[in-house]
């Protein structure tokens, strides 16, 4: 149990274009996910608190207008990287919290890595 | 700000060993502990949880919790070169339902 599944796995997109990334959980509903953003040899980057039903929740510095995100139902969650730049490129990856015995553990989908040319 | 910190490493075992990894939190109110397995390129795994003082073994794992010394550690007994990742200590909140992550401690095994 506890899968989550990101999509697309890898994407390379021109400058100025927008991009969609999906997480779904596939075996349990969550309320709440979480997008992280991840640079080489670098720790995770909480970028926002997606909420079903309701606005995300951006941390601080982290334009909201740029990374839009829709948690539309209780599976699907995405990030749409809009007007997307070099600096934009990055390992994207969202989680989902369960409670399936884990303590309340968060389950990564498999990431996404944006190259923007 | 509330942190996380972890020794960066990278900290190198000879197979067969045991490897210690630890964890030091600043937020006092945090409730759920976990230790997460990320391989290069990858997304990371949940390995563990502990939320309740003491020791806590899975297999091979073994995680602790000292709550007074805002402490939690990780060991790998037996350390096989397939156990060589990155690993990440996250604290958890009940109230905030947020993860705080540490920069991770990248491990070697050694064959």
């Known amino acids: 149990g506890a899968v989550v599944s990101q999509h697309p796995s890898r994407v390379i997109c021109k400058s100025g274009t927008s991009v969609k990334i999906e997480c779904r959980s596939l075996d349990f509903q969550a309320t709440t996910m979480f997008w992280y953003r991840q640079f080489p040899k670098k720790s995770l980057m909480l970028m926002a608190t997606?909420?079903?039903?309701?606005?995300?929740?951006?941390e601080q510095g982290v334009e909201k207008d740029k990374f839009l995100i829709n948690h539309a139902s209780l599976t699907l969650s995405t990030l749409t990287v809009t007007s997307a730049h070099p600096e934009d490129s990055s390992f994207y990856i969202c989680?989902?919290?369960?409670?399936?015995?884990?303590?309340?553990?968060?389950?990564f989908g498999q990431g996404t890595r944006l190259t923007v040319v | 700000q509330k942190e996380v910190e972890q020794n960066s490493g990278p900290l190198s075992v000879p197979e067969g060993a045991i490897a210690s990894l630890n964890c030091t939190y600043s937020d006092r109110g945090s409730q759920s502990f976990f230790w997460y397995r990320q391989y290069s390129g990858k997304s990371p795994e949940l390995i563990m949880f502990?939320?309740?003082?003491g020791d806590k073994e899975d297999g091979r794992f073994t995680a602790q919790l000292n709550k007074a010394s805002q402490y939690v550690s990780l060991l790998i007994r037996d350390s096989q070169p397939s156990d060589s990742a990155t690993y990440l200590c996250?604290?958890?909140?009940?109230?905030?339902?947020?993860?705080?992550f540490g920069t991770g401690t990248r491990l070697k095994v050694l064959a």
């Open positions: 997606s909420n079903e039903g309701s606005k995300a929740t951006y």
């Open positions: 996250a604290v958890n909140n009940t109230g905030t339902y947020k993860y705080i």
């Open positions: 502990i939320y309740s003082n």
């Open positions: 989680s989902a919290r369960a409670n399936l015995g884990t303590g309340g553990g968060a389950f």
